[in-house]
T-cell receptor, first 109, second 114 residues
Framework: DAKTTQPNSMESNEEEPVHLPCNHSTISGTDYIHWYRQLPSQGPEYVIH???SNVNNRMASLAIAEDRKSSTLILHRATLRDAAVYYCILRSTGNQFYFGTGTSLTVIP | DAGVTQSPTHLIKTRGQQVTLRCSPI?????VSWYQQVLGQGPQFIFQ???????GRGNFPDRFSARQFPNYSSELNVNALLLGDSALYLC?????????????FGPGTRLTVT
């Protein structure tokens, strides 16, 4: 299983940007970096994914280091609804989704 | 459009019993995966099915089994329930198997074994 390392918890003030880091030093060339989040009492939901280039969508941005050994999920303006556990996952063809313990994000009003 | 649906929402069983959990994927999705989530931990992969064939199996005992039907819905069966099987069971569907496809998760079935 491709391994990722994330901080257990982070805090952010409402309406400020949040940078959630993920280390994946053993990433292979075919591994995609996926981010999911899980709000309380819900199933996980897709946030974003990428391979080498930075990616943007309506929810967030994904910044991938040049050597691909780390990545950062960026929430541009945190809201209370962004309070969740964020999971960074590596996935390549034929491999399943392996979730770690993720980062629990607290948004302070 | 309807998302992934799971039934039942909650379930209470006794040790030694058997349980069947059901999942209906998003229309057009041919892949269904099952996960177990114990309180305080991330989801753990159990099975993946694609076009009615098992395509992946996690590190779970043979008491866990699953199948996928021609309409792509799926069932997860757990025999000889143990207290440790108490968890949230999540189903996820996706368009395909490739690493580029995102998974869409249902709300889960909360299983309590007493």
């Amino acid at each position: 299983d491709a391994k990722t390392t994330q901080p257990n918890s982070m805090e952010s003030n409402e309406e400020e940007p949040v940078h959630l880091p993920c280390n994946h030093s053993t990433i292979s060339g075919t591994d995609y970096i996926h981010w999911y989040r899980q709000l309380p009492s819900q199933g996980p939901e897709y946030v974003i994914h990428g391979l080498t280039s930075n990616v943007n969508n309506r929810m967030a941005s994904l910044a991938i280091a040049e050597d691909r050994k780390s990545s950062t999920l960026i929430l541009h303006r945190a809201t209370l609804r962004d309070a969740a556990v964020y999971y960074c996952i590596l996935r390549s063809t034929g491999n399943q989704f392996y979730f770690g313990t993720g980062t629990s994000l607290t948004v302070i009003p | 459009d309807a998302g992934v649906t799971q039934s039942p929402t909650h379930l209470i069983k006794t040790r030694g019993q058997q349980v069947t959990l059901r999942c209906s994927p998003i229309s057009g999705h041919k892949s269904v995966s099952w996960y177990q989530q114990v309180l305080g931990q991330g989801p753990q992969f159990i099975f993946q099915y694609y076009e009615k064939e098992e395509r992946g199996r996690g590190n779970f005992p043979d008491r866990f089994s699953a199948r996928q039907f021609p309409n792509y819905s799926s069932e997860l069966n757990v025999n000889a329930l143990l207290l440790g099987d108490s968890a949230l069971y999540l189903c996820a569907s996706s368009s395909g198997l490739a690493e580029i496809y995102e998974q869409y998760f249902g709300p889960g079935t909360r299983l309590t074994v007493t």
